[in-house]
Structure formats: structure tokens, C-alpha cells
């Protein structure tokens, strides 16, 4: 008789945090135009960028693949992060502009970077098969900040109405004094699956900003 002994999966651990997804914009037609080989120093370029400014604001990248990545912001810390969050997907949207610059001038391809933000509850979890699990988030809030990168354009960042609560709290704590990215509501939007639409704000690409 053999007896195999199985490790038990560790307890999912629930906190409080901002979760920020990026997704490279024009992907689809970058692996049409270019070989494999000559797409993956291209992706990692991109994924440094994302994970760079993460890391910077205090952020831990859970998952990266593809084109895209989901990171966390105050897991397991007293904040929220939202603060963090916002400053580090504007970081994204600036760094990246000047690599998208020179793939449209060296490749003529159009590219940009579309990011969602969304706090609340998420469930610290590691998820996998044996030999292979891995730490992410689970939860209605990964969900949500998902669908907001999805629908932002090119060179936006949404954030939804928990973070930009959250940021008028940093900035009553401070005397109200002005964040350094600026952002403007949008149109609620309607996300499949609930009963009721999202109050969402907009950092907007600059391009689309008219004073």
C-alpha cells in the first residue's frame, strides 16, 4: 500500500485593495504584421514598463500574460491604494507614450495602453495545479476592474467610484489640496451582470483634452 500524503491549500486570506488592470492596445494587429520572435522584446518592453511603474508606488504585480497584467495596491497594508494606484497607472500611460512613439515611427504600428482601476474586497488566494500554484486576487473587485480597462480607450485610465472615493479622502486628510492627476466623471457605465450602473471618473489620454 502506498500512501501519498497531500498538502492541504492554504486558507484565502481577505483584505481590502485597489486592483489596477493594463492591456496593450493594437496587439492584435502587432501580431499579425511582425513575426513571433520579433513580437517577444516588443511584450517584454511593454511588461517592463507595467511592472516598473508597479513597483515604484508600492505595487505587486499578480499576473502578467498575454498582452495584459493585473496588479494589487495596499494588500495586506493599512491603505487602500488607491492613491498609489492612480499615480502608478498615470506613470504607465506617460512612460509608455514615448515606446509607442518609436514603434509607430520604426514599425508603423499604433499602439496604447487602456488601464482600469476598482477598490474593494479581494480574496488573497494561491490557485493552481500542483507544482504550479501561484498568488493572485479573487473577487467582484478583479471582476470590475477588468471590465473598466476594457472599455478604456487607448491611452485612458478608469477608475470607479470606490477609488475615486477614496482619493477625495486622501484629499480632505490633506486640506483638500488638489491631486496631481487630474480626473473627470464620466457617463455611468453599465457593467453586464448587475442590477445597477457604475458611477466611473476618466484620467484622460492628453490628446483628448481640450482647454
Known sequence: MTVTRVARSRAAKTTRATVLFADLRGYTALAERLPPARIVPLLDEFFGVLAAATTLHGG????????????????????????????????????????????????????????????????????????????????????????????????????????????????????????PVAFLQLPQFELRGRTAPLDIWCVPAPERVTF
Open 60 to 179: 505587486q504585480v499578480f499576473h502578467m500574460a498575454g498582452d495584459g497584467m493585473m496588479a494589487g495596491f495596499g494588500v495586506g497594508h493599512e491603505q487602500d491604494g488607491a492613491q498609489q494606484a492612480l499615480h502608478a497607472g498615470h506613470l504607465i500611460l506617460q512612460n509608455f507614450a514615448g515606446v509607442a512613439a518609436r514603434w509607430r515611427r520604426e514599425l508603423s504600428i499604433e499602439t496604447g495602453v487602456g488601464i482600469g482601476l476598482h477598490l474593494g474586497e479581494v480574496a488573497l488566494g494561491t490557485l493552481g495545479p500542483p507544482g504550479h500554484k501561484r498568488t493572485t486576487l479573487v473577487g467582484d473587485t478583479v471582476n470590475v476592474a477588468a471590465r473598466l480597462c476594457g472599455r478604456a480607450r487607448a491611452g485612458e485610465l478608469l477608475l470607479s467610484c470606490s477609488v475615486a472615493t477614496a482619493l477625495d479622502a486622501v484629499r480632505a486628510a490633506n486640506g483638500h489640496v488638489p491631486m
